[in-house]
T-cell receptor, first 110, second 113 residues
């Protein structure tokens, strides 16, 4: 049972490039979410999904797109990366209040 | 506007003593509260939670206290161990089925041997 997996672990992008951060869970959880963690800022919610085909914005959605075509996968897309998107990104899933987090993706945009 | 506040960025305690981490919130609609623990280079892991209908929840060495009138909760760790050294995040939810959490900025706990 892998839990929540995220790929890649590390990524360096140039300004303007696009990429997709992958997130998958094998616990059959309906709820999934993406957070970013910046120094001194805690965890801030980017987007979340309450089930396949349903997504909504969180606190800091600008510059990010998501889709949820299956229960297992919840990819996060950066269409045109900016230095302000340099951060550590965490994906989480849950079926109740306790959320399970992946190990994170450290993204640097130069 | 920060709805969940952890005003102490860091806390240092001696092994065996009590660690008390504090959290304040401003949104009166919050009705479920959680604490997460995070080690460097890992994702946060769930530690303990409390519903607004309770004022205390205990799990082994960890106890969470909720004071709704003061909009304040605290996490007590007794006795503290060096392995407890981590960043602790307080989180809150305003109900509903979306399980959307609002996190505080975190407190770095260091337990010295």
């Amino acid at each position: 049972n892998a839990g929540v997996t995220q790929t890649p672990k590390f990524q360096v992008l140039k300004t303007g490039q696009s990429m997709t951060l992958q997130c998958a869970q094998d616990m059959n959880h309906e709820y999934m979410s993406w957070y970013r963690q910046d120094p001194g800022m805690g965890l801030r919610l980017i987007h979340y999904s309450v089930g396949a085909g349903i997504t909504d914005q969180g606190e800091v959605p600008n510059g990010y797109n998501v889709s949820r075509s299956t229960t297992e996968d919840f990819p996060l897309r950066l269409l045109s990366a900016a230095p302000s998107q340099t951060s550590v990104y965490f994906c989480a899933s849950s079926s109740a209040w306790e959320q399970y987090f992946g190990p994170g993706t450290r993204l640097t945009v130069t | 506007d920060q709805q969940v506040k952890q005003n102490s960025p860091s806390l240092s305690v001696q092994e065996g003593r009590i660690s008390i981490l504090n959290c304040d919130y401003t949104n009166s609609m919050f009705d479920y509260f959680l604490w997460y623990k995070k080690y460097p280079a890992e994702g946060p892991t769930f530690l303990i939670s409390i519903s607004s209908i309770k004022d205390k929840n205990e799990d082994g060495r960890f106890t969470v206290f909720l004071n709704k009138s003061a909009k304040h909760l605290s996490l007590h760790i007794v006795p503290s161990q060096p392995g407890d050294s981590a960043v602790y995040f307080c989180a809150a939810n305003s109900g509903g089925s979306n399980y959307k959490l609002t996190f505080g900025k975190g407190t770095l706990l260091t337990v010295n041997p």
